[in-house]
């Protein structure tokens, strides 16, 4: 089985080197060559669209035809085992509604405009890709999206065909500038350019520098450390700006693409007719935040740390280490999966965690047990059930409870909508839980610690806002509920002030959120809630800085769900934004939790409501370990 996986390591790595040498080799092409260019011979392949059964280890891959005007594709169907060479394209569907047509096997077919974009792209034959032989997989034409069958014997072995080709990850075309916008308010500091750039051309130099950064990069300090400024000269403000573009392409959201782009695939990335390898992208990614750290707010920042965390994953199930996963559970490794693969978004709900299986399966090599075998033909309900409770029972993991939303139907309290879903950094095992028979109830063993002082409901997060324009009256209001019945009744009963109350709950905001300016917290909360709901002025709006907009920001965004105040003054965030408070509702700590939870009487069970962060106060102290547990009344709980 090592042996299996060094091979395989080294044919990805021959890959890269086979497929680098292309792309020098097509470089110096020109296009007389190009129009003398004849392709090999080849049996014949009878056509594969319309459709037919995939059988054995068969796929579908696609060529593109050379030409102008409407693309024109061949689609054949060949043994995974016979093809010497093929391209998996990595990327997002994009708007469902926005579409063009190209011709398949002589067959009109639609696809989305991304798609389009990046097949007219990889026809033009840009340096390392587009040979007339070439093949691509394409999951949106190549598996038959209509047959649910198909789609759930393909899906688990997505992983394998990515390993098999070589990934291409198509982020989109260029995209030139607005006019202005935060991030160039955020680079005032950065030495712009002197002559103005286009993106096009700033996107050509950041990736030709990232290629060159260990062969020619010239300026560095005594230390022997890169300055960047000095390296990218008067581009490097536009530099810096088209990488924070890139990082906010919608693919480093997408679930799919976390599979796709593991690392020791060695992806080659495609903006436009630029491209780079995703592994040197990251690492020019962590020179330039290390700059700028507003980069860590794009949303390709926590995809960066998360294929770094699975190729840690794949690098030890090369070796006999303690940490390897095929010494693990499935159950065990599914956990680790879902906690590294952290935010994502799909277009079918069920693909939050049917999206993570190829990647599963890569790293136990094992088969999947019925329970996470995917069916189409369910609902997201009862698939989100399923694997819950194979979770619950298989690990006593309580973080599976952790979710901001949950709009399920028909199951459980305790079923996690894996739309809204984060795991906590580390798994923790708790014995004693266990999903009964039925798959009805989840029982645990915690204590109820009583019900609350007060209480207050949240609210949409998009209503109460704050813009340049105005404060939403909706906001004032409920600050100003969140004063008397929250904050207040908190400062009373530690015998504080409501300033040191309010600051102790935001304390990790300003971890975040850089302190610059005179104006802190408390003060501009004490703003928002003395609005009136009309715009702002003109002098107000110029007064308005990047750090004033972050902190207004930042409460809204912590205050948008339901606050609960304790008796003894400890202030807790309802996490489940739609969750609604009613009076006698209970809190309970569940023993493995880390975080209390907010519980209904229902008979003699109860239904879970959410759980709840500890923002200020006493019970923020508590460690919820053996010392916690000594005196408490211990006792059965069960979750229906």
């Known amino acids: ?356 299986l190829g990647l599963l399966r890569y790293l136990t090599k094992g088969n999947l047990p019925e329970e996470l075998i995917p069916d189409y033909d369910l609902p997201e309900e009862i698939i989100y059930w399923n694997y819950a409770a194979f979770l619950f029972q298989s690990l006593g993991d309580l973080d599976l409870l952790d979710c901001r939303r949950n709009e399920l139907q028909g199951v459980p309290s305790w079923v996690p909508d894996f739309r809204y879903f984060s795991l906590g950094p580390d798994l923790r095992r708790e014995l004693s839980v266990y999903v009964s028979s039925d798959k009805r109830a989840l029982n645990l063993r915690g204590c109820v610690l009583g019900t609350f002082r007060d209480a207050i409901n949240g609210c949409a997060l998009g209503d109460i806002m704050p813009s340049a324009e105005k404060i939403p009256i909706k906001f004032t209001n409920h600050l100003n509920e969140f004063d008397e019945h929250i904050l207040k009744p908190s400062a009373a009963a530690r015998e504080i002030t409501a300033e040191e109350a309010f600051n102790d709950m935001m304390r990790n905001a300003s971890k975040i959120i850089s302190s610059e300016g005179t104006v802190s917290f408390y003060q501009i909360y004490c703003r928002l809630r003395a609005s009136t709901g009309k715009k702002r002025s003109r002098s107000a709006r110029k007064r308005r800085t990047t750090s004033i907009r972050w902190k207004e920001e930042a409460i809204a965004g912590q205050l948008n769900t339901p606050f609960l105040v304790l008796v003894d003054g400890t202030i807790l965030r309802v996490i489940r934004e739609d969750a609604e408070v009613r009076t006698g509702d209970l809190l309970c700590v569940f023993k493995g939790a880390r975080e209390p939870s907010l519980v209904r009487a229902s008979g003699e069970s109860y239904t879970f409501l959410s759980r709840c962060d500890r923002k200020s106060g006493p019970l923020t102290q508590e460690k919820f370990d053996d010392a916690f547990w000594a005196d408490r009344d211990v006792r059965s709980i069960s979750l229906i």
């Open 1 to 356: 089985m090592l042996v299996d996986s060094l091979t395989q390591h080294i044919r990805s790595k021959y890959r890269k080197s086979v497929l680098s040498s292309r792309q020098e080799e097509q470089g110096d092409r020109d296009e007389s060559e190009d129009e003398d260019y004849e392709p090999p011979e080849e049996p014949y392949r009878a056509p594969a669209y319309p459709y037919r059964a995939l059988e054995g280890t068969d796929v579908r891959l696609l060529r593109i035809v050379p030409g102008t005007g409407t693309i024109e594709c061949l689609l054949h169907q060949i043994p995974l085992d016979e093809v010497r060479i093929f391209y998996v394209l990595s990327y997002v569907w994009g708007d469902p509604n926005q579409t063009e047509t190209i011709i398949v096997e002589g067959q009109p077919r639609i696809i989305t405009k991304n798609l389009h974009e990046a097949l007219h792209q990889f026809r033009e034959r840009p340096y390392d890709i587009g040979y007339p032989e070439d093949y691509f997989w394409i999951d949106a034409i190549c598996i038959n999206q209509e047959d649910n069958d198909e789609r759930s014997v393909q899906v688990p072995r997505m992983m394998e065909i990515y390993h098999a080709g070589h990934v291409v990850v198509w982020l989109g075309p260029v995209n030139e500038p607005p006019a202005d916008n935060l991030l160039k308010r955020l680079l005032r500091k950065v030495r712009s350019s002197r002559a103005s750039i286009s993106r096009d051309e700033a996107v050509e130099i950041l990736f030709k520098k990232t290629s060159t950064m260990w062969i020619d990069w010239e300026p560095v300090d005594e230390d022997d450390n890169i300055i960047l400024d000095e390296e990218f000269g008067d581009a490097y403000g536009a530099v810096v700006l088209a990488a924070a573009d890139i990082l906010q392409r919608p693919w480093f959201e997408r679930v799919w693409t976390i599979q796709e782009a593991c690392l020791d695939t060695y992806p080659n990335v495609y903006v436009g007719r630029h491209s780079v390898y995703l592994e040197n992208f990251i690492k020019m990614f962590k020179y330039l935040a290390t700059e700028h750290k507003f980069l860590y707010l794009c949303s390709g920042s926590m995809r960066m740390v998360a294929l770094n965390r699975i190729d840690d994953l794949y690098k030890s199930s090369l070796f006999d280490w303690a940490d390897n996963p095929r010494k693990s559970e499935i159950a065990e490794v599914l956990s680790k999966v879902i906690r590294v693969a952290g935010k994502k978004s799909c277009s079918d709900p069920r693909d939050q965690v049917y999206g993570l």
